[in-house]
């Protein structure tokens, strides 16, 4: 998967401060992260590649400091950001961190190279090379980005296809009840809920307790949203488990991330 195919995600996905939990409480409004980058690594479905254990990893770096100014707050422990919803796509940058080596498990490191645009291409490995709980070591030699080492234990989990007909039903009155599969290795579950309107985009992230397979999003988090009149505004829920480990480089907040989608389908909010 190539860095254009997870733009529109990552300039949202790390815009504002991560949410941990969903304790009680409204914190004040932060500035955005202009500078971001990504180091993803996973197991890919068994479906998608015909073998279960191969993976692949990608990386993902973006100046951002020309897009209007988005605001994040936290509400609920859950992080709400808002942004116009006429962002130009031509004045994100993507920036390079040089060379990145990934290490870990029973194989030979895998070395990600920049092109000419800044992106990188994917790298992979086959099943029976690394495993659920390895710790994965990211090198980035540095460029753009100045030069970073970070951890992140690898999880695996089942990837869950809702059907094409699945809505999620979304009463701001009651909150959220989820579930989800089982998850190996040590994960929290990010639901980001992203509300596409006019003159903003909203989006909501809270991080649940992988343990269990079932968690809840607080109704003051969903108050947030605007109500669908007439299939208008469009409204995603997103489920992933997620081991994630913010390095700084300089003026680039970066996330070394292993994850698991576990389902995505829109939402009727009333």
Request: proline letters at 7%.
């Amino acid at each position: 998967m190539r860095s254009t195919q997870r733009l529109g995600w990552l300039v949202v996905a790390t815009i504002g401060a991560v949410a941990v939990g969903c304790d009680s409480g409204v914190e004040s409004t932060s500035s955005p992260t202009a500078k971001v980058g990504e180091v993803h690594v996973g197991f890919e479905p068994a479906w998608a590649t015909g073998q279960d254990g191969a993976g692949g990893v990608a990386a993902y770096f973006v100046d951002l400091s020309g897009l209007p100014e988005c605001t994040t707050r936290r509400v609920a422990g859950c992080s709400v950001t808002r942004c116009p919803s006429a962002a130009p796509r031509a004045i994100i940058t993507p920036v390079s961190a040089g060379t990145i080596t990934v290490a870990g498990g029973a194989r030979d490191p895998i070395l990600l190279e920049p092109d000419a645009d800044n992106d990188y291409e994917p790298g992979s490995w086959s099943p029976g090379q690394l495993q659920a709980g390895d710790r994965i070591t990211i090198i980035a030699s540095g460029r753009d980005v100045p030069a970073f080492r970070g951890e992140v234990r690898l999880i695996k989990g089942i990837e869950r296809d809702l059907p094409s007909s699945f809505r999620f039903d979304i009463d701001r009155g009651r909150g959220l009840a989820l579930d989800w599969p089982a998850v190996t290795g040590d994960a929290t579950v990010e639901v980001r809920i992203t509300q596409q309107a006019v003159p903003e985009t909203i989006q909501l992230v809270c991080d649940l307790p992988a343990a269990g397979g079932k968690g809840r999003i607080p109704a003051d988090v969903l108050r947030e949203l605007e109500p669908t009149r007439s299939g208008a505004p469009i409204t995603t829920v997103h489920l992933a488990a997620v081991a994630r480990t913010p390095v700084k480089s300089g003026e680039y907040a970066i996330h070394l991330v292993s994850d698991v989608f576990l389902g995505s389908a829109e939402a009727n909010v009333r």
